[in-house]
């Protein structure tokens, strides 16, 4: 079997590699420079592949973002707001058609490597202020997928039934280390530990009752904290 994984070099998409390699896939991995303000995710990408011995791409697709304005991940000039995913002012994280043109790249190279799927780290936790992480949406771009190209190429969403703290279990049981992971949405040295991504993770380490080595700022809450906060800041 081989995927071509799509890696942010966030906390599911490596757990996801991991996960793969385990059972015996072939992988290749590719991110995605869209232009968004958290660059230091495809770093570490980078960095995790090259001590793996996974061969990695970054598809630099910076050119785009002027068409992907209106997201605080593309535009400077808006704000990454902090707080829980399930607050509504989270929709400004939104990049428009993300996923299709992640996915979209992904499967060229797939049908040029003769890969046999596209895997990518959607879990059960993706919230439904992303219209590209919709059951719908994925199915769909499955259906299109198998269509590309003679050679039929398949999405595989292995965690798509799994929590995000699963999948923090299930790095932990695979020796994923997270520290070399970014999640934060905020470009900074340090995770805010304020912003969705931030609280998300934070979240899911949480429930998993496995240890969070992420450095956070000083200016983060605790867990206690957010906690009593039912989670929003």
């Known amino acids: 079997m081989k995927t071509i994984l799509v890696h942010s070099g966030g906390m599911d998409s490596t757990v996801l590699l991991y996960h793969l390699l385990d ?8 991110s995605i420079d869209y232009g968004q303000r958290h660059k230091k995710e495809l770093d570490l990408a980078k960095s995790v592949c090259e001590k793996l011995g996974v061969e990695h791409r970054i598809a630099d697709l910076t050119a785009l973002a002027p068409l992907l304005a209106g997201s605080s991940l593309t535009s400077d000039d ?7 995913y399930a607050e509504g002012n989270m929709k400004v994280t939104v990049v428009p058609n993300r996923n299709m043109i992640l996915l979209a790249v992904a499967t060229g190279w797939a049908i040029s490597t003769k890969s046999d799927t596209v895997s990518y780290a959607a879990h059960s936790g993706d919230h439904a202020i992303y219209p590209d992480c919709r059951e719908e949406f994925a199915a769909g771009m499955d259906h299109v997928m198998q269509l590309a190209d003679w050679q039929v190429v398949k999405l595989d969403r292995p965690f798509v039934a799994m929590t995000k703290a699963d ?10 280390p997270f520290d070399e992971t970014w999640s934060c949405y905020k470009g900074l040295d340090l995770h805010c530990g304020r912003c969705g991504t ?11 009752g496995v240890i969070d080595p992420t450095p956070y700022a000083d200016t983060a809450p605790t867990v206690d904290e957010m906690i009593a906060n039912d989670w929003r800041i």
């Open 198 to 208: 931030c609280v998300e993770r934070r979240e899911a380490f949480h429930l998993a």
């Open 78 to 84: 808006i704000e990454v707001p902090d707080g829980h």
């Open 23 to 30: 059972a015996g896939v072939e992988v290749r991995a590719l």
């Open 167 to 176: 999948v923090a279990k299930r790095g932990a049981e695979l020796g994923v």
